[in-house]
Nanobody
């Protein structure tokens, strides 16, 4: 379908920055229309951090507005999340997501394996 490979993340101090990247490899006939990032803490429901569609409309969680910036390279099927002014409460596993149309006309979603972001002094 649409495999996703995530990179970046790691450890940052409060007030610092990190960047997450995700690359998708859609198969023949697959078209990605939204890419984004979710985060999930143990025992909690996965929640949207930010996503971006093909016409450039971005959606952000209230908790990250003004601090995080999502960007996409549609031709390369990549999405990046620049995280600035990080807070300890941003600590989480971040998961890349891609929504797509398949060759048969149906739609689906793909998820990455998740990448750890830790904000701590």
């Amino acid at each position: 379908q649409v495999p996703l490979v995530e990179s970046g993340g790691g450890l940052a101090q409060p007030g610092g920055s990190l960047r997450l990247s995700c690359a998708a490899s859609p198969g023949e006939g697959f078209m990605i229309y939204v890419m984004g990032w979710y985060r999930q803490a143990p025992g909690k429901q996965r929640e949207l951090v930010a996503d971006l569609n093909t016409v450039g409309t971005a959606e952000y969680a209230d908790s990250v507005k003004g601090r995080f910036t999502i960007s996409r390279d549609i031709a390369k099927n990549t999405v990046d999340l620049q995280m600035d002014s990080l807070k300890p409460e941003d600590t989480d596993v971040y998961v890349c997501c891609a929504l797509f149309y398949g060759p048969g006309g149906g739609s689906g979603d793909s998820w990455g394996q998740g990448i750890q972001v830790t904000v701590s002094s």
